[in-house]
């Protein structure tokens, strides 16, 4: 596609539901990455992929996030039992490569309501 | 471990006045850095990066920035402000030999003064 698409756009949950974030990269992007702002703060790197396998998962807060990627495209990022503190806007991007010359594109972003 | 510094939550400038952003970089060993933007309910945009090469990086909107390896820092600047240039600035850096991962500041937001 013409650029990196994320869906929902916006997302109300109840504590405690799980939640699937859903990212569409760059056709052809073979790098993916998830990262997680929260009011007033920086970006947080949550995790990245390579094709369809993730190399570093250091990054995800707990043990109730997961993602996937399937096809080399699409990825899904999962919240189980959500808690308030999982509030926050989920971006996610894409790269050619991981090569320093590869400028990494951001979509829109999922913004998260855990009530 | 990598830390990146943004001076200033908040930058407010006059329309036509100079724009200067801050953005300090903890690593002894120069990364390579980046400036994105964030307009309003809109996705993250690169605005420019340095890798290697020349030191004063031009980028989109008529910004620049240039890395300066003894003070580590990679300050944005822009000549003169326009109103179209009111949004967040968030500085990253990645390590090289690491370059998947972004290490962000905070974000400045920069508010234009008609």
């Known amino acids: 596609g013409a650029g990196v698409s994320q869906s929902p756009s916006n997302k109300v949950t109840e504590k405690g539901k799980d939640v699937e974030l859903r990212c569409d990269p760059i056709?052809?992007?073979?790098?993916l990455y998830w990262y997680r702002q929260s009011l007033g703060q920086g970006l947080e790197f949550l995790i990245y992929f390579q094709g369809n396998s993730a190399p570093d998962k250091s990054g995800l807060p707990s043990d109730r996030f997961s993602a996937e990627r399937t096809g080399g495209s699409v990825s899904t990022l999962t919240i189980q039992r959500t808690q308030q503190e999982d509030s926050a806007v989920y971006l996610c991007?894409?790269?050619?490569?991981?090569?320093?010359?590869?400028?990494?594109?951001f979509g829109p972003g999922t913004r998260l309501t855990v009530l | 471990a990598q830390s990146v510094t943004q001076l200033g939550s908040h930058v407010s400038v006059s329309e036509g006045a100079l724009v200067l952003l801050r953005c300090n970089y903890s690593?002894?060993?120069?990364?390579?850095l980046f400036w994105y933007v964030q307009y309003p309910n809109q996705g993250l945009q690169l605005l420019l990066k340095y890798t290697t090469g020349a030191t004063l990086v031009k980028g989109i909107n008529g910004f620049e920035a240039e890395f300066k390896k003894s003070e580590t820092s990679f300050h944005l600047t822009k000549p003169s402000a326009h109103m179209s240039d009111a949004a967040e600035y968030f500085c990253a850096v990645s390590d090289r030999g690491s370059n998947y991962q972004l290490i962000w500041g905070a974000g400045t937001k920069l508010i234009i003064k008609p």
């Open positions: 991007a894409s790269s050619r490569g991981l090569a320093e010359t590869d400028t990494q594109y």
């Open positions: 056709s052809g992007h073979t790098a």
């Open positions: 690593s002894s060993v120069p990364p390579y």
